[in-house]
Nanobody, 119 residues
Framework: QLQFVESGGGLVQPGGSLRLSCTPS????????IRWFRQVPGKEREGVAC????????NYADSVKGRFTISRDNAKNTVWLQMNSLEPEDTAVYYC????????????WGQGTQVTVSS
């Protein structure tokens, strides 16, 4: 059964950085897109960034463009979400998900990791 291991969340001050990681239990990164979503209670879920199976530079929501970077390390079978210049509005539970492509709906979700940006 496929599983994701997510890590890297935590508490950070505004302007700080965090790096989230997502490691699938199977070597699937070449075949599927990894999409990061975030959700705040009472608000709609937001797609943050996506990296397709073919790699490339990634796709980003306007709210994080220029501050977040998605990348992957095939040797470690891991996708990273580097988050810089964090703002209180970035506070959310972040989920790593699996989709057939970056515009597709995810069909597998990780357990989520909490990111809190606060002074």
């Amino acid at each position: 059964q496929l599983q994701f291991v997510e890590s890297g969340g935590g508490l950070v001050q505004p302007g700080g950085s965090l790096r989230l990681s997502c490691t699938p239990s199977e070597a699937i990164l070449d075949y599927y897109a990894i999409r990061w979503f975030r959700q705040v209670p009472g608000k709609e879920r937001e797609g943050v960034a996506c990296l397709s199976g073919s790699g490339g530079s990634g796709n980003y929501a306007d709210s994080v463009k220029g501050r977040f970077t998605i990348s992957r390390d095939n040797a470690k079978n891991t996708v990273w979400l580097q988050m810089n210049s964090l703002e209180p509005e970035d506070t959310a539970v972040y989920y790593c998900t699996l989709a057939y492509h970056c515009s597709g709906s995810p069909w597998y979700w990780g357990q989520g990791t909490q990111v809190t940006v606060s002074s």
